[in-house]
């Protein structure tokens, strides 16, 4: 019996990558957790789907911050709203 799991870390499922999708891009996450979210996106294509969809929303949203004075108020409404729409899984 061994107490260490480093070696053996199960590979995160589609639930806890898109759970984790957007503190993934705010890079919010751990190294370790980091880790896990790429090597699934890496392998999944329905993930890395979603995670660039949400990546080329945040830079288009990052792009126009200086036109959007309420970035952060409305960026937070479509992440709600995407979520709403199942785009992210519900905890
Ligand atoms: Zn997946």
């Keep these: 019996m061994t107490l260490s799991t480093e070696l053996e870390r199960e590979p995160i499922d589609c ?48 792009a126009s911050r200086s036109d959007v004075p309420d970035a952060a108020a409305l960026r937070l409404r479509v992440v709600e709203a995407l979520k709403r729409e199942g785009f992210s899984s519900d905890a």
């Design 15 to 62: 639930r806890t990558a898109v759970k984790q999708l957007w503190d993934y891009l705010d890079r919010e996450l751990d190294a370790v957790r980091m880790a896990e979210v790429t090597a699934h996106v890496e392998r999944c294509a329905a993930c890395r789907e979603h995670f660039q969809f949400a990546l080329s929303f945040l830079r288009a949203l990052s």
